[in-house]
């Protein structure tokens, strides 16, 4: 069974090995769906614009795809909204140091206003999401 840091590390090599381009040059956002020790569905941040975020959107303007809807739309693909709630949700976020140093470093990652909504909505229980610099945040949602 791996550990919270364990899931993390995973998915902050996932995203470091991301090319670089356009989308993903300043900061990138990877999270995962836990189930009983494994994973039921990853998801990325990306500028394509969904329907399931349309519904979760924070504000008018944010309608690109956010990781953790991402992957809470794609672990409806293979277990239920009652399984959901008994998930874990990990969030990593790797961003440039500056604009003028383009090193990559953990950043927070902190779901925001209309992700927490969805986490609410599904009643995701145990939420894990790198603070900037380094070291993990643990929310349990009321």
């Known amino acids: ?9 995973l998915l902050l ?6 090319p670089r381009n356009d989308h993903h040059h300043r900061s990138r956002h990877a999270s995962v769906i836990v189930l009983r020790g494994q994973a039921v569905g990853f998801g990325f941040n990306s500028l394509k614009t969904h329907p399931f ?7 008018p303007h ?8 991402d ?5 409806l693909k293979s277990i239920s909204v009652r399984d959901l709630g008994r998930s874990t949700l990990y969030i990593a976020r ?3 140091v500056s604009s003028t140093d383009h090193r990559l470093v953990q950043g927070m990652s902190c779901p925001c206003e209309g992700c927490a909504r969805a986490i609410a909505e599904f009643d995701i229980k145990r ?4 603070l900037d610099g380094a070291g993990l945040s643990c929310d349990t949602p009321a």
């Open 13 to 18: 090599k996932m995203i470091r090995d991301l």
């Open 127 to 130: 939420v894990i999401y790198t």
């Open 94 to 96: 790797i961003k440039q």
């Open 53 to 59: 975020q349309e519904r979760f959107k924070k504000n």
């Open 62 to 69: 944010a309608i690109f795809l956010h990781s953790e809807i």
């Open 1 to 9: 069974m791996r550990s919270h840091q364990e899931w993390i590390d």
């Open 71 to 75: 992957a809470i739309k794609n672990s």
